[in-house]
């Protein structure tokens, strides 16, 4: 039920916003968030939303550059990034975790994962 959409290829100080089509989760999940993970490496959190934006939280490496957001009339999950480098190519995913509960830790999720990912969508960047 999570889509991602976006992916592509980016020169190095470039932009780009991934889509994130999540159904159903948009209710049942009041932490979302978006992950990446190149061969060979666990995948790691990129950013996370509460309850439709109340909070925000982003791993240190896109902390100023990335933007998380929610649309729920669409029942989508955005993530743009900016000033995009060699370092940001990997597959993005999707992620819903709708056993945070209300007043829960949503941040935690970034490092601990959630329990429901889309297929992924490529970003490669060039430098």
């Known amino acids: 039920q999570l889509a991602e959409s976006g992916g592509g290829s980016v020169e190095a100080g470039g932009s780009l916003t991934l889509s994130c089509s999540a159904g159903?989760?948009?209710?049942?999940?009041?932490?979302l968030g978006w992950f990446r993970q190149v061969p060979g490496k666990s995948r790691e959190g990129v950013a996370a939303?509460?309850?439709?934006?109340?909070?925000?939280y982003y791993t240190d490496s896109v902390k100023g550059r990335g933007t998380i957001s929610q649309d729920n009339a669409k029942r989508m999950v955005y993530l743009q990034m900016n000033n995009l480098s060699p370092e940001d190519t990997a597959t993005y995913y999707c992620?819903?975790?709708?056993?945070?509960?209300?007043?829960?830790?949503?941040?935690?999720?970034?490092?601990?994962?959630?329990?429901?990912y889309g297929q992924g969508t490529v970003v490669t960047i060039s430098s």
């Open positions: 992620g819903a975790a709708p056993d945070v509960p209300y007043g829960g830790n949503c941040e935690l999720s970034l490092s601990h994962g959630m329990p429901y």
């Open positions: 939303i509460y309850r439709g934006g109340f909070r925000k």
């Open positions: 159903e989760f948009i209710e049942k999940s009041i932490c």
